[in-house]
């Protein structure tokens, strides 16, 4: 009998009653998780909020003044509070979001309507190659072409448009060369030949080097966007002192990104818990991005909704399809943190607050490391601040093997056995039968829907060869 099924019989009695609900969870988000029904309990999007808006578009510009680079909508002064995301919506624009930005043009009218329907505007991305010999091969630059033109005609006017993005990071993997620069270049000249209206950017991962050859082939860019994580605070000091003297805003930025994070010493990152995120989010939105609204036009969370990356939880912040759930998707404390820095105010209800979680005492970086079926201690410390009910969701996965770059698709493995829920913030297990590196994640549940979490890696017997550790690895994509 394998060591999962005799946690799963030695739980049995705490399980047996969620069981159902897990099924029937599942059934239900297969039919609500594309839309925002459910997140707060509030209405589903109504038919009229995804057809195409008629309303007259609204001028956006980005002037320079004393007080520096400012960007107008409408008239008005605009400062981008945005996420990066096509989902939950509402829930965005209630904590006091007004932008969404996207990393392609597929389905862009059906984004556009909604973001429109809540108030929202959307910076809306053209997918550029990474791949440096596309910029030399005429058909590719034909077909983004006609791409570029279909766009144009059909989302030009859209009310909720803000403005475009050419290409996300094609610095990351060697497409940033003089000729794809020169290239994105015409590409800035024709949107703004048919669309004086709406500005145009392309986005980078921090880099000095690509902000001077943007600068340099690329000059007819209204703005540069930037992605950063925890390289967010060196990121004024970076542009003031590069040959590019625009306006930028920060188009992706979060906690520190798992290519930047401490390690285990089998080479596997180590996560933030979820209240050290809101730290994070708190300080950085604050230091990084108002501190420097003079030169800064806003900026882009990542990531408005969940994916699987090194964890299902290291982005994410909503969490879906756990059981116990009585949602599509739980609202992590990140949100939380995001409202406040928007609005100025907490919602009226928020997250558990997790702190730290250990393994036989152990901490995540300490090396946690057993032989196939030894007994172990799992604990989490948390908190409500409303005092709600808590609920510990726990559940242990095998390491991912196949890792992605740049924010491609990453398979997330299948956890080892059914999720096990308790009222209590402690859990007796057993390591599994076979070798290799493992992570146990903790779910702490409030009874308004939202979620603490905090993950601890773990290695049995022999390890898997590490994760070689890269300089950089942004998250990109949503």
């Known amino acids: 009998m394998t060591t999962t099924r005799r946690l799963l019989l030695k739980h049995q009695q705490l399980t047996l009653l969620i069981g159902m609900a897990v099924l029937w969870l599942c059934g239900w988000h297969s039919l609500c998780s594309a839309s925002d029904a459910g ?59 007004n932008s969404v930005r996207t990393w392609g043009a597929h389905d862009a009218g ?8 809540y108030g929202m505007t959307v910076t809306l991305g053209i997918w550029l190659s990474h791949t440096a010999s596309d910029y030399l091969d005429p058909d590719y630059r034909r077909r983004i072409i006609d791409e570029i033109q279909q766009s144009l005609d059909q989302y ?49 991962s921090f880099d000095d080097v690509t902000a001077d050859r943007v600068a340099a082939y690329a000059p007819h860019l209204d703005a540069l966007g930037i992605n950063a994580y925890g390289t967010l605070s060196k990121v004024r ?19 520190d990104g798992h290519w930047e994070a401490e390690r285990t010493v089998w080479g596997r990152p180590i996560e933030p818990t979820s209240q050290q995120k809101v730290d994070f989010h ?46 599509p998707a739980a609202a992590c404390a990140t949100v939380d943190a995001m409202q406040y820095s928007w609005s100025g105010g907490w919602p009226t209800n928020r997250a558990p607050e997790v702190g730290r979680m250990t393994i036989d005492d152990q901490f995540a970086g300490g090396g946690v490391t057993f032989t196939p079926g030894q007994p172990f201690v799992a604990s989490v410390e948390a908190v409500d601040p409303e005092n709600d009910g808590l ?46 590196e493992y992570r146990l994640f903790v779910y702490v549940l409030d009874t308004d829907g939202r979620v603490g979490t905090a993950n601890v890696p773990f290695q049995v017997g022999l390890s898997l060869p590490p994760e070689p550790a890269a300089a950089t690895s942004p998250a990109s994509g949503g």
């Open 39 to 97: 997140v707060m309990n509030t209405p589903p999007t109504t038919v009229a909020e995804t057809q195409p808006a008629t309303t007259a578009p609204a001028a956006v510009s980005i002037q320079a003044g004393d007080q520096g680079f400012r960007l107008y909508r409408g008239g008005q002064p605009y400062f981008i509070k945005g996420v990066g995301g096509r989902r939950y919506l509402q829930m965005a624009a209630q904590a006091g979001a």
């Open 110 to 117: 059906d984004l556009l309507g909604r973001a429109h329907g």
């Open 156 to 204: 030009k006017n859209h009310p909720a448009l803000l403005m475009w993005a050419l290409g996300n990071e094609i610095n990351l993997e060697g497409a940033g060369t003089p000729e794809a620069w020169q290239f994105v270049d015409e590409l800035a000249r024709l949107i703004k030949a048919q669309d004086p209206h709406h500005p145009v950017i392309t986005v980078i």
């Open 237 to 255: 000091a970076m542009i003031d002192a590069s040959r590019f003297k625009g306006p930028y805003l920060v188009t992706e930025w979060g906690v």
């Open 282 to 327: 708190l300080q950085r939105y604050a230091q990084g991005i108002l501190a420097n609204s003079d030169r800064c036009i806003g900026s882009y969370v990542f990531l408005w909704g969940q994916k699987q990356e090194r964890t299902p939880t290291w982005y994410s912040m909503f969490i879906e399809q756990l059981p116990g759930l009585d949602r």
């Open 391 to 436: 609920r510990f969701v726990w559940q242990m996965m095998a390491e991912p093997i196949t890792l992605s770059t740049g924010g491609a698709y990453e398979p997330q493995p299948e956890a080892l056995g059914d999720m096990i829920a308790e009222d209590i913030g402690k859990l007796h297990l057993t390591a599994p039968d076979n070798a290799g």
